[in-house]
């Protein structure tokens, strides 16, 4: 089979992604939606805050186009640049630009990361006047009516350098993510990863033990997704301790004594 | 090979002579060299390095030990031994020489034991893993202790230095695991929620009710443990097996299947205790250690007050910040708002989870409530209505159950005491190992001197300050526009109609068209270790302070983090270091003042400082630290034997775990001598000797240039 390979504003998510709602993230997220205010994902990593995004783009049937921030990421790859072909300078849309003419999600995931900038090309977009300037081609760029803009940020690294700026966290309305409940968490685990319910409560305490370390010597403790991947794992005939040990400890943490540990959690518990 | 044959008796007996001083302290040492003699060469020589590693911590302790280790040489594990005198070593420091004596004379018990388990699991070696193990489960956050058996006091768990029960070191291990995770049990499951005291005190022997009480929780623990730790239970009921532990009786058996229900409590083994009471002995196992009721009480007591008085505080600043958050609302409100916590359990057995609602409203609790409520479940069982009572305006005296709260300068107004400080290790070359909890350290301040100094001293070096902010700012990496890149933002329009004349011109055009931005930052974080010993009294002194004079001013042009702090001593009781300058402080007359009123103390003891220092710049995220020292000589305290090479090999020590921290230390100093030692503490090329004292202003801020560049 060949892959597929699809222009960014093309990309509608066509099967039901599997999210549970923890609270009224849905409903909060389409009145947003409906009344073009931008959102801001808070949350530390690997709770379902991109899933709730792909979850959201299919629910609304808008494409979903999606920028990893990293630390060296410029508005011009945001907005887009111009680039030399054949002789000529030709300009290409970045990602931002394209999701605003296609009316398309445009999810910036790990906001914090990208440069302080960068950040700034965000809020005309992200205010009641719905505009991308674009310098480079002297013309503002009025956003579709379907464009919604979403950005996710972890408030767990905090670190005075990369913190959202008041003026920029001020123009969205923040849904809150955290690890789901007990209960919820190995519903989500038995049916992500398809292991039986018992198997699926014990990783969730497993989590729930690595995430009391948190502070004495784990920055972060075991996600769901890392959950989900231990359960696969599981799921496929690995011995419980050996998939812990693999998709969770090894994950989590490099120093020796820790992992041994939590080692010794994993195989008190199964 | 002659260097492995062994050492004949002479060779023995001349360095335990020495060793040991026996033309002082008539020891008798012959046998031990007799015994020795007969051994290989490898077990002399460990020996031999043990006693004298021993003897220069305490003499006598070291012919203790030498009788009795030696006497039961060739069946012991050498681990178990060393472990067994850095024990002795350590208590001895902590608690004198008799109570080291009697560690020593265990050593005969223990080596016995040895001869048949020759490999036991030290404190040391697990107790970092344990630790960390214990705090992975759920409940009140717990400390982990060594003491003369394992038991609890409810807030710390003890371990014994050694635990050599079983044969293989795997299965000791699993022994301290099962320990821990009993002792965390009963905490967890609440052996303590009743008064023991009191509910025991009725019995006429009130031995046998506590053992056959404990034997009863420890029934009802391990159907717990069953049920929350499975992997672990199995292991358990493995380790009851190879220890030889008992099997269980006829009544013993019954009560087993009572407690194991989910919902047993304490109070059901209680109720089962008059029964017990007259019962055989109850049965015991490897991993139970003790029950010691008086620990747990006297600890109990003073965290229910504390976490009353902790709860109540928090709730009400809680309250506070809502109703300021509230102000805006017209009316404000004359009822005492209702504080209410919802425990919801979703299993029986589980820790309940902790909802806090404000007159019906859900509220998110402030930091560490959670934790706290949790605690106060695990003494009661629930959360006692008079814990939701916010405190009043008079009640907010939370001094008392700080332990931090003491001022430094008091400590040696009355009796001596170690509150409020931090304790430090020290490295003992001769032992070869760290004395624990040796330096008593205290953080204290500067008093600011306002006079003019400063002034005088900007005035004096007006010129230089001018010259070093040039050449400073020459440093600041500035943003700067790279051209001809191969990615960037913008066309690099000269590069591409170069590239198209080329083109035009048959050859290869160039892919390198565009231009970017390049953006770094500084990233330094730099802590100035300052002496101030009794030594820089006079022009050193001056020196010093106006190199930190003009260090600030042309770090405040570069922009670079720091902070400053001197340090002096006087034994190890007393090792202070002054906060002159911290990192999150600007530069203002207040710090000026400081560096200003900079006054020699007292002695040159680094360690702690190097320590110290080190664990604050650690907390700084930079992507370079250095630790620079400023210093008039070597390290050197009065008295208690910091000086030459214990002086230096501890300091070389300390310098090591900074450096192993990724923190780079640097000194700069004006003792001529300072070529014979500094390079054996600081490596080859991280040190400067000054000559001249009146250089050292304007050497401090070129070295600095020349480090960060």
């Not at chain 1, 409940?181 to 990863?193: C, F, H, P, R, T």
């Not at chain 2, 009822?335 to 919801?344: G, L, R, S, W, Y």
């Not at chain 2, 005088?456 to 001018?466: A, E, M, R």
């Amino acid at each position: 089979m060949q892959a597929r390979a699809l222009k960014s504003e093309e990309y509608f998510i066509e099967t039901e992604p599997y999210y549970q709602a923890t609270g009224s993230e849905i409903t909060i997220f389409e009145a947003a939606y409906r009344n073009h205010l931008p959102v801001l994902l808070k949350g530390p990593t690997g709770c379902g805050k991109t899933r709730f995004m792909e979850y959201m783009a299919w629910r609304l049937k808008r494409p979903l186009i999606t920028v990893s921030c990293h630390d060296d990421l410029t508005a011009s790859d945001l907005v887009g640049r111009y680039l030399v072909k054949g002789g000529e300078t030709t300009w290409v849309d970045g990602p931002l630009a394209r999701a605003v003419r296609a009316g398309a999600i445009c999810y910036l995931d790990e906001i914090v990361e990208a440069r302080k900038d960068t950040m700034v090309v965000i809020h005309p977009l992200a205010d009641d006047r719905r505009v991308l300037p674009m310098e480079k081609l002297g013309v503002l760029l009025e956003a579709d009516a379907n464009f919604c803009l979403a950005v996710s940020y972890n408030p767990g690294y905090q670190s005075v350098l990369k913190d959202l700026k008041q003026s920029t966290r001020q123009r969205f309305v923040a849904l809150e993510f955290d690890y789901p409940n007990a209960a919820l968490e190995s519903k989500i685990v038995a049916n992500e990863s398809k292991v039986d319910s018992a198997l699926a409560e014990k990783l969730v305490k497993f989590a729930h033990m690595t995430r009391n370390l948190k502070g004495s010597g784990l920055e972060e403790g075991a996600s769901t997704r890392l959950l989900v991947h231990a359960g696969k794992l599981i799921a496929s005939g690995i011995e419980p301790v050996a998939a812990c040990r693999s998709a969770i400890a090894q994950a989590i943490s490099d120093d020796a004594e820790m992992l041994i540990a939590v080692q010794e959690l994993s195989s008190s518990l199964f | 090979m002659a260097d492995n044959a062994p050492l004949r008796i002479e060779q023995i007996l001349q360095p335990l002579e020495t060793w040991l001083e026996v033309e002082f302290t008539f020891l008798q040492v012959n046998e031990i060299a007799e015994t020795l003699a007969s051994a290989s060469r490898e077990e002399q020589d460990f020996f031999l390095v043990w006693i004298r590693r021993i003897a220069s911590t305490n003499i006598q302790i070291a012919y203790q030990f030498a009788v009795r280790a030696v006497a039961g040489l060739c069946h012991n594990d050498q681990r178990v031994i060393e472990a067994w005198a850095l024990h002795a070593m350590d208590t001895y420091d902590r608690a004198g020489l008799r109570a080291a004596m009697q560690v020593i004379e265990d050593v005969e018990n223990f080596v016995q034991l040895s001869h048949t388990h020759a490999s036991g699991a030290v404190f040391e070696d697990i107790s970092g893993i344990l630790l960390t193990f214990v705090r992975g489960l759920s409940g009140r956050e717990l400390k982990l202790e060594q003491a003369d058996a394992p038991y609890t006091d409810s807030e710390t768990l003890f371990l014994p230095a050694v635990i050599a029960h079983m044969e293989k070191a795997e299965d000791n291990f699993v022994l301290g695991k099962a320990m821990v995770a009993y002792l965390w049990a009963q905490t967890r499951f609440g052996s303590f929620r009743v008064d023991l005291k009191l509910a025991l005190g009725a019995y006429a022997d009130a031995e046998h009710a506590l053992h056959q009480f404990h034997g009863l929780e420890t029934l009802r623990l391990e159907a717990c443990l069953q049920r929350e730790l499975p992997g672990l239970y199995r292991e358990m009921q493995r380790l009851k097996r190879s220890s030889g532990d008992e099997a269980i009786a006829s009544p013993w058996q019954r009560f087993a299947v009572l407690l194991a229900a989910p919902e047993a409590s304490v109070a059901d083994s209680l109720k089962l205790l008059p029964e017990a009471y007259s019962a055989p002995t109850a049965p015991t196992v490897c991993y139970q250690g003790e029950l010691r009721p008086e620990a747990v009480a006297k600890c109990r007591e003073a965290r229910i007050e504390r976490e009353k008085m902790h709860l109540r505080v928090k709730l009400a600043q809680m309250l506070e910040d809502i109703q300021k958050q509230n102000a805006m609302q017209p009316e404000p409100r004359e009822a005492q708002p209702t504080i209410d916590v919802k425990e919801h359990q979703e299993k029986t057995g589980e820790l309940p989870s902790f909802d806090i609602t404000l007159d019906d409203a859900p509220v998110s609790p402030p930091e560490g409530v959670k934790q706290l409520l949790t605690s106060v479940y695990l003494d009661f069982g629930e959360i006692p209505p008079e814990y939701l009572v916010p405190a009043g305006d008079g009640d907010y005296d939370l001094s008392q159950f700080e332990d931090q709260a003491k001022d430094p300068n008091d400590v040696w107004q009355g009796t001596y005491h170690e509150e409020g400080a931090t304790l430090y290790p020290e490295w003992d070359y001769r032992r070869q190992h760290y004395r624990k909890n040796w330096c008593v350290m205290r953080e204290k301040d500067v008093s600011p001197v306002y006079d003019d100094f400063v002034p005088q001293t900007l005035d004096k070096h007006s010129g230089l300050i001018k010259h070093l902010r040039r050449t400073f700012e020459a440093m600041r990496d500035e943003d700067r526009l790279l051209k001809r890149q191969a990615e960037g933002d913008e066309v690099d329009i000269d590069a591409l109609v170069e590239a198209l004349a080329d083109a035009r011109d048959g050859s290869e055009m160039t892919d390198r068209l565009l231009m970017r931005m390049h953006r770094t930052e500084r990233n330094v974080a730099v802590m100035f270790m300052v002496d101030m010993s009794g030594s820089t009294k006079g022009w050193i002194n001056d020196a010093e302070r106006e190199s930190l004079i003009l260090m600030c001013e042309t770090l405040e042009t570069l922009g670079d983090r720091y902070a400053i702090y001197g340090f002096s001593g006087i034994t190890r009781k007393r090792c202070e270091l002054f906060r002159i300058k911290q990192f999150d402080e600007p530069y203002n007359d207040e710090v000026q003042a400081r560096i200003s009123g900079i006054r020699p103390q007292d002695y040159t003891r680094m360690g702690f400082a190097i320590r110290h220092l080190s664990s604050l710049l650690n907390t700084v995220e930079a992507r370079t630290k250095l630790l620079i020292t400023l210093s008039d000589g070597k390290p050197d305290d009065y008295f208690d034997g910091y000086r030459s090479a214990y002086g230096i090999e501890d300091t070389r020590q300390a310098l090591i775990e900074a450096k192993r921290l990724g923190i780079h230390p640097f000194c700069i100093t004006i003792d001529k001598e300072g070529q014979e030692y500094l390079p054996h503490m600081y490596g080859a090329v991280n040190y400067v000797v000054i000559d001249e004292v009146r250089k050292l202003p304007l050497k401090v801020a070129d070295i600095y240039r020349r480090l960060t560049t």
